[in-house]
């Protein structure tokens, strides 16, 4: 078995490497990809080529967007209160708010600045422990899933210090911070459980590692059945049924990526996107090029679905899982290795 330190370490760069991966043509669709790409797709880090986004128009290969900025100061909270604490996270998002908003849902930047004016005492504010009130049929974004590995992994390290065996029927840890980190910045329960199964994926990998379809499935009935237990455990939850569906639907087309992009268009919304990222890594559980590539040129949200896919590839396969080069493309990769590196120390002690 890898080490946890490794495996940590692994899925926090995978993140950092699928947002750089799928920076170039985010917001563009598959064909206008094929066609700025004369039919070959997105194959390695590149410049950017939408012009859609202004602020990444000119992003440079390998350059992070908010999928790596959000990750991080989750992250670095995690670090620097050895816990989960609300406001820290809510004080952490309005101050990278202030650096920059480029690449941002509008839910979350119209969420974070009610947590601004919070802090602030100004009219209109919102408690970091109140769900956040973006506009109606909004809140069901990726903001969530994206920045949820710190959290899971941090949950893992500190579990395997104090326990010999991962115990899948006591995740409620998981389950409450999950839903306090959902409370900060969207409203629609779609984006809480779907981060939720991102998170519980991420600590499956470590002790079930998935290499085939077989593998895939034993953590499906367990997701299955821990989504119809949580809203017993947990009156906040919600119902969970359109995400129990939608991961049904991917597994019955596990080695068909184009049948699941097909199906769901992965785009901004998190029923989409994120049950396609997952189903993409089932598809290559151990192949983090076929994985992140099939991310970034599905288009659309591709930082975002190639930046999950690369937690889960790193969860279950550690460093070997990304190619080498990939893995020393820019020297400020090894930021994801060191966060990962300091997050493991500070929750692996007793």
């Known amino acids: 078995m890898l080490s946890l330190r490794e495996k940590v370490q692994a899925s926090l760069l995978g993140v950092r490497m699928g947002d750089a991966l799928g920076m170039p043509v985010e917001t563009m669709s598959q064909e206008d990809i094929r066609r700025a790409t004369g039919g070959k797709g997105i194959t390695t880090f590149v410049d950017a080529i939408?012009?859609?986004?202004?602020?990444?128009?000119?992003?440079?290969?390998?350059d992070a967007t908010d999928d790596w900025q959000l990750t991080k100061i989750v992250a670095e909270s995690l670090i620097s209160c050895r816990a989960y604490d609300q406001e820290d996270m809510a004080h952490r998002h309005v101050k990278?708010?202030?650096e920059t908003t480029v690449g941002w849902g509008g839910t979350t930047r119209q969420s974070v600045e009610e947590l601004r004016r919070f802090f602030d005492h100004e009219p209109h504010a919102r408690s970091p422990f109140v769900v956040a009130t973006p506009a109606?049929?909004?809140?069901?974004?990726?903001?969530?899933?994206?920045?949820?590995?710190p959290l899971a992994l941090a949950i893992l390290v500190r579990e395997q210090a104090t326990q010999t065996s991962f115990d899948p029927s006591t995740p409620f840890a998981t389950a409450t911070n999950t839903e306090l980190l959902w409370r900060l910045t969207h409203s629609h329960v779609d984006a809480l459980h779907t981060a939720y199964a991102v998170a519980s994926l991420i600590q499956w990998c470590h002790y079930h590692p998935i290499a085939n379809q077989e593998d895939a499935l034993a953590w499906l009935k367990w997701q299955l059945e821990e989504f119809r237990n949580l809203d017993s455990r947990n009156p906040n939850w919600g119902d969970a049924r359109a995400t129990m569906k939608r991961l049904l639907w991917v597994f019955g087309r596990l080695g068909h990526p184009d049948l699941l992009a097909e199906g769901l268009a992965p785009g901004w919304l998190a029923i989409d996107s994120v049950p396609y990222a997952m189903g993409i890594f089932l598809t290559y559980p151990q192949d983090g090029r076929a994985a992140l590539l099939t991310c970034a040129n599905s288009g659309i949200d591709s930082d975002t679905t190639a930046a999950i896919c690369g937690s889960l590839i790193g969860a279950n396969c550690g460093l070997a899982g990304f190619p080498e080069e990939w893995r020393n493309f820019r020297p400020d990769f090894q930021e994801a290795i060191d966060v990962g590196t300091r997050l493991y120390e500070t929750f692996q002690q007793r």
């Not at 109606?136 to 590995?149: E, F, L, T």
């Open 96 to 98: 990278a708010a202030a």
């Open 50 to 62: 939408q012009k859609r986004l202004k602020g990444q128009s000119e992003f440079k290969a390998g």
């Open 136 to 149: 109606p049929k909004s809140g069901a974004g990726n903001g969530v899933a994206m920045k949820i590995a």
